[in-house]
């Protein structure tokens, strides 16, 4: 009776079925004697079954790709690039900033957000008990919306602790740009009320139902404004979220460690986003095929429309397997990557290496690389040869210059398109803490779109302008074309005196005359309307006071017992002084009547 496999003999078979030995000459599998398996493996017997070729495919069971390892040189399958019409797919010859971020807004898009941000404004003002700023509730607008983007966008520019501290009053941090779009109160109700989806009629079993139609729309323009060029890079990008959430995430390699798992697709020569696949768990939108598991599917999905075409791709050991890369080594697209040395079909290499040395294997369609450095690096690659290259770079202990892999030094070069949009993104990036998470995702799209029309400006203008810049001058430019200038204030708390126009020294001067009044220019007297000792009369006066703080030196103005000025809406007066007035011509041009002395 045959004994019981321990624990231990079960994992070293496991782990040891892939290893193949170069010798191959006492394989197990070509002696004349039976092999009886113990009584609880009898079920994995498969020694009547034929032999399993290197390229065979299941359709049931999946692909099966055990490549034969050896030590012959690697020469790389030539994969001639389609490059016809490769770039950005836009007629403009010189667009602005504004023009560049419109080919990524989608108009009909923005009007349904308008029609669904109306309407569940309007659901939340009916379900409360108490409206509070819901109250007042005015429909939103086109124009207001793409103001809305705008406000949002510059405050990724100006970093501030909380929302009210863009509207504070407090000339130390004050934000004069954010009150003349709108008030506080418009703004967080907007927010407040932004939606993007029906709630009656959604698909509750699509974890991603709030944002499905303006994620699914603005994805298809990322793909058709742009071709790619050769070289493409697969990576993993996490947007922070730690509230509660179905398909939230931890990945402790990551600095944020939790929150929403995004597959980014990008173009290596540009950065460009071509596509982005938001992990949901098993429901994420992918194809799954059989024999690659989530990762290859991943991989599969997001190159379904540049396969056959000869690019090369870039990704990193969590979807590096020799399996996926026959696959699309058999679809005309070439990959490198680096890989787990556990993966199933990958060869063995020696334990013990030096550091600078490096062991190549290769089978029919790929190499495979062991490369030690600090530490074993393991790489896989069906578009590099068995060379080693200058890095560059002097190593100190020696002097000499130091060599790596070529597939090493390419992967190095080109594998960090999806670090750099979030390197982007964290700088002046304009997601904000919300209490929605859907909000936190669609502000994360307007940034990526953002990103992808300072590339699009670039390649068409090749300016050497800079990101900051970039969005600066776009915010400018959307709020030119959609913004409508807030009325006046009818009531409510005046602002916040400035303490200069209470301390510093003032001087009377005639208001500048505009194209309707002309000379007649008149305006309300602030004291008139704020004081509380008389009578509030809307009286209006033809003078006002300059404050002479910086535009003279102290000397010139005399000390406090000059001549005292008064004010009011209908007279100047001035009090008996020995000193005579004072007249001086103004530095900004034209002649100014300047009085020493201080303003009652």
Known sequence: MARKLTREDILDLIFDSDAESDSGSDSLSDSDEEAHLPENLAGCDRSNEPAVPDNAVYASEGTVFLPTWTSVLFSPPDLDFDNTGIGVQDSQTNPSEADCFKLFRNEPIVEQVVQKTNKYAYQLKESATVPGKLAKWAETTVNEICTFLAAVIVMGLVRKGSLRDYWTTDPVMQTPFFPTLFSLDRFQVLLRALH????????????????????????????????????????????????????????????????????????????????????????????????????????????????????????????????????????????????????????????????????FKSCKDMLAVKWHDRRDVHMLTTVHSANMSTSGKIDHATGTEKIKPQCVLNYNKKMGAVDKVDMMDSFVGCTRKTLKWYKKLFFHFVDLAVQNAFIVYKVKQDSSLTYQKFRQNLVRQLVEEHHNPRKPSTGGRPPADNPLRLTGRHFPSEIP???????????????????KKSLQKKQKTRVLTLVASGLLPHSLLGDNDGPQVRLTPRRLRLRASPQPPLFLRGSSGGDTLFLSGTVL
Request: hydrophobic share 35%; charged share 20%.
């Open 196 to 359: 993007f989806a029906d709630n009656t009629t959604a698909n509750l079993r699509d974890p991603l139902n709030k944002i499905r139609s303006v994620f699914t729309s603005l994805m298809a323009t990322f793909g058709q404004l742009f071709v790619p060029h050769r070289d493409l890079c697969i990576d993993e990008s996490l947007l922070l979220w730690k509230g509660r959430l179905g398909f939230r995430q931890y990945i402790p390699s990551k600095r944020k460690r939790f929150g929403i798992k995004l597959f980014m697709l990008c173009d290596v020569l540009t950065g460009y986003i071509i596509n982005v696949k938001v992990y949901t768990g098993s429901s994420t939108d992918i194809t799954h095929t059989p024999g690659l598991g989530v990762s290859g599917s991943v991989v599969l999905t997001l190159l379904e429309p540049y396969l056959g075409r000869g690019h090369t791709l870039y990704v990193d050991n969590w979807y590096t397997s020799p399996t996926l890369f026959h696959h699309l080594l058999r679809a005309k697209t070439g990959a490198c990557g680096t890989v787990r040395s556990n993966r199933k079909g990958m060869p063995c290499f020696r334990d013990k290496m030096c550091s600078g040395e490096a062991e």
């Open 513 to 531: 005359s505009t194209a309707q009044q002309g000379k007649n220019t008149r305006r309300h007297c602030k004291v008139c309307l704020t004081t």
